[in-house]
């Protein structure tokens, strides 16, 4: 690229290059996120069960609270990555601006809201008197982080969206062992310092998210995007709208997403003999199937980008050879990591499914649930592909419409009406993300996404 953008050549050269560029950064970096994960939950284990109850279901409200992040994140990737396709280095930088800016005012709003309705939300629980205080302080600290966990998610698509990933993976690693180690020494304590308990928990979060947004901060000062720092803040009502435009479905597709597994806990729990156990086997096979997830949504990431700035750049043909190519990369992957999965689906649910009738279940879910993971990958992938190109709405309608009318619709007739049990269930899971898979495909390969403009 010339002098006036320093952004990384995503535009020409190998693709198979571009696409190794983009994804091995983006795969350590959700590998960091789930390990800060498991490490709250492993923390909390060490407190009791009902504070490890009140770690998971604040947890909950946390994810619920940065879908908004997310959402913006996807709308900025898709502009700024045209934007920095196209040389556009001003465009580049007032979206940057808009973004923050839009981030940081909704976190607020949202800041604002959870305090003012703690009590209330933490009522949703169900929880005995004196586990809903500890909930409650739990939560109010998590709000707090609220708003530089929005910066530091805008900061990574920005820099996502100008190829720069290891200043996304620099930032992450940080305050993943920020977080980490901050779990540990506030909970336990170390010498002299005899630790805070429960508290740590949620003060370790707080305290990694802001010094990632200063670690942000400096990267920004480091990077392409130095100059973001340097224009006018003031809204632009336009601009701010088209990011709208581009994440509110991206914000009902996580929506609607948590929404249907609720759905399906909900259907099994209409089950009238193995209820709890079949909503244990699907909480274990959920949480095993995360880290298959892990490569698959970091080429989802990688692809937005690759197709944004291929398409600015003017190179429509170059942009959809890239998506089938990582797609199928998806698929490969996946498969070879499904295959062992169904073949020792025993040795790996043992860890997390002690009670045989529940082991038994988790396998019989996961050898199942293995047959989709190939149309799970070319789905996600493609998906990525369509938000990168701005075709959000196109994504959304492919997967809201699989998962309302065909997954929820067909786990209630097989596993109720029919009587198949949780069998049912995880078939029907199989069966949407086939049809799911083959939609996506179809809309990728139309086309149409060639022409939207973000």
Request: net charge positive.
């Amino acid at each position: 690229m010339t002098e006036q953008n320093n952004a990384v050549n995503l535009t020409t050269g190998s693709i198979w290059r571009n696409i190794w560029h983009m994804s091995w950064p983006m795969l350590l970096v959700m590998f960091f996120n789930f390990l800060v994960g498991l490490t709250d939950i492993y923390v909390a284990g060490f407190l009791g069960p009902d504070v490890q109850a009140v770690v998971g279901f604040v947890g909950q409200l946390f994810f619920f609270n940065i879908i908004v992040a997310n959402a913006i994140s996807i709308g900025t990737v898709a502009i700024v990555s045209r934007a920095v396709g196209a040389g556009d280095l001003e465009n580049s930088l007032s979206t940057a601006r808009q973004s923050l800016l839009f981030a940081v005012g909704c976190a607020l709003a949202l800041t604002a809201a959870c305090l003012l309705f703690q009590e209330q939300i933490i009522s949703l629980a169900g929880f005995s008197a004196d586990l809903r205080q500890t909930a409650v302080d739990f939560f109010v600290i998590f709000t707090f982080s609220l708003a530089p966990n929005y910066i530091v998610i805008i900061a990574n698509a920005i820099f996502r969206a100008g190829g720069e990933v290891k200043l996304m993976l620099i930032t992450m690693f940080f305050v993943s062992l920020i977080n980490i180690a901050l779990n540990f020494f506030l909970v336990f304590g170390i010498f002299s310092f005899h630790g805070i308990g429960y508290k740590g928990i949620a003060l370790a979060t707080a305290a990694a998210m802001s010094a990632g947004t200063i670690i942000c901060v400096v990267l920004f000062r480091k990077s392409m995007w130095r100059d973001v720092f340097s224009g006018y803040w003031n809204v632009s009502a336009a601009l701010v709208r088209r990011i709208f435009i581009l994440s509110w479905p991206a914000a009902l597709i996580q929506i609607s997403w948590t929404a249907g597994n609720i759905f399906l806990y909900n259907i099994l729990s209409r089950l009238q003999e193995g209820s709890v156990t079949a909503m244990a086997a699907l909480t274990n096979g959920l949480r095993i199937e995360a880290f298959i997830y892990l490569p698959v949504f970091a080429l989802n990431m990688a692809a937005a980008v690759l197709t944004g700035q291929n398409l600015g750049a003017g190179e429509p043909e170059r942009a959809e050879k890239i998506g089938w190519k990582i797609s199928l990369s998806g698929v490969a992957f996946v498969s070879l990591i499904a295959l062992p999965v169904f073949i020792w689906a025993g040795e790996i649910s043992s860890p997390v499914a002690k009670e045989q009738h529940v082991l038994d279940e988790t396998i019989r879910y996961l050898r199942i649930t293995m047959l989709s993971e190939p149309f799970m990958a070319i789905s996600v992938v493609l998906g990525g592909c369509l938000m990168g190109a701005g075709d959000t709405k196109g994504a959304m309608l492919v997967i809201v419409s699989t998962l309302w009318i065909i997954r929820l619709p067909l786990a209630y007739l097989l596993a109720v009406v029919a009587g198949y049990g949780a069998a049912g269930v995880w078939w029907a899971m199989v069966a949407s993300m086939f049809f799911q898979g083959g939609a996506m495909t179809m809309r990728f390969r139309k086309g149409r996404w060639k022409n939207v403009a973000p």
